[in-house]
């Protein structure tokens, strides 16, 4: 009797209390929106080793593209609750892309918040080949040539869309938008001269920026980039209020257990303190919310809010996906 109930005492012990205190037991596949090379995929990099360091496991990232990021998020919103199948994406997948497109998922109900991660703003950027040499000759430019420039876009949407229009209502101007699977194959074709415009995130844009293989002409924000100080803000260069902010977050499928959740967010943030990702994300022109801004609860507000805010706007302007 007595070999018997030590048999189950041990037996016992191997049963986790609570979900997340064997969790993970295997690798976590974190799902980008769009193409490899892109601002999403980079930044999910970054991140990808150390929070593996913290979980015990390796996070692997997967790119699952298609109709402006909404395949790949809404793999992850039909996904089991577990934690092991995650989505990161940004303003335009998780809130914008809600109000172009009708996606067969509920972007609060069923998606988890796990972390608030970067924020950036985008730079006004053209091919090299574009003869304008500041942000007022850009305009005068294109509205000597109406209808002539396109611009590349990740697709109806997405953040290079929405700023790009935000941009053309503002200044009158008339220019083509090609929509890519994302902005790294955009790029691409900026940099070849094939496209004349993008309204690109920073941590896009700035290497080639840096290599003389595009020009930037502001970035739509209050402040200069500290990873770009020569780069004028819309205000400096002649659009004074052309602000847009394209915030990153990470968020598992709906009703995933909050001990799961927990453990998650606690990787993301011990990612986050980590002195080589903050500076590989700074370089590329991203800001660190506050730990207080990096909690499952934060990000759930600010999600709510910003589609409260973004979605009568997009919807008055007509954007529909394509």
């Known amino acids: 009797m007595k070999t018997l109930l030590v048999a189950v005492a041990v037996l016992a012990g191997s049963i986790p209390v ?20 892109g601002p999403v995929d980079t930044i999910a990099r970054i991140l990808s080793v150390p929070m593996g360091k913290t979980l015990g496991q390796p996070v692997l990232v997967e790119s699952v593209t298609g109709a402006a990021g909404t395949l790949g998020v809404g793999r992850v919103a039909r996904a089991a609750p577990d934690g092991y199948t995650l989505s990161i994406g ?12 009708p996606i067969q998922y509920d972007l609060l109900k069923d998606l988890e918040p796990i972390a608030m991660i970067a924020a950036n703003p985008l730079l006004i950027v053209a091919s090299a080949s574009v003869p304008a040499r500041d942000l007022k000759e850009l305009l005068a430019w294109l509205k000597s040539n109406p209808g002539k420039a396109s611009a590349g876009t990740a697709g109806a949407g997405s953040a290079s869309h929405v700023g790009g229009v935000y941009f053309r209502d503002a ?3 008339k220019f083509e938008f090609i929509p890519y699977r994302g902005t790294a194959p955009a790029m ?11 309204f690109d995130q920073a941590s896009n844009s700035i290497p080639q920026v840096r290599g003389g293989r595009i020009k930037a002409y502001a970035v739509t924000a209050k402040t200069r980039l500290a990873a770009a100080p020569d780069i004028p803000t819309v205000d400096e260069a002649g659009l004074p209020g052309l602000y847009v902010s394209v915030w990153y977050g990470i968020w598992a499928p709906g009703k995933t257990p909050r001990d799961i959740v927990a453990r998650l967010n606690s990787a993301i943030v011990a990612a986050l303190a980590d002195s080589t990702v903050r500076r590989r994300l700074a370089e590329l022109g991203q800001e660190i919310p506050p ?7 934060y990000l759930a507000a600010y999600h709510k809010a910003e589609i409260e805010k973004w979605w009568p706007l997009v919807k008055a302007a007509g954007i529909k996906g394509e």
């Open 291 to 297: 730990r207080e801004q990096q909690t499952p609860e």
């Open 18 to 37: 609570a979900s997340g205190q064997t969790f993970p037991s295997h690798p976590v596949t974190l799902i980008v929106p769009f193409a490899a090379g």
């Open 90 to 101: 940004h303003w335009s997948t998780h809130v914008i892309n809600g109000a172009v497109y």
């Open 171 to 173: 200044t009158g101007t």
């Open 188 to 198: 691409q074709d900026l940099v070849a001269g094939r496209i004349e415009l993008m």
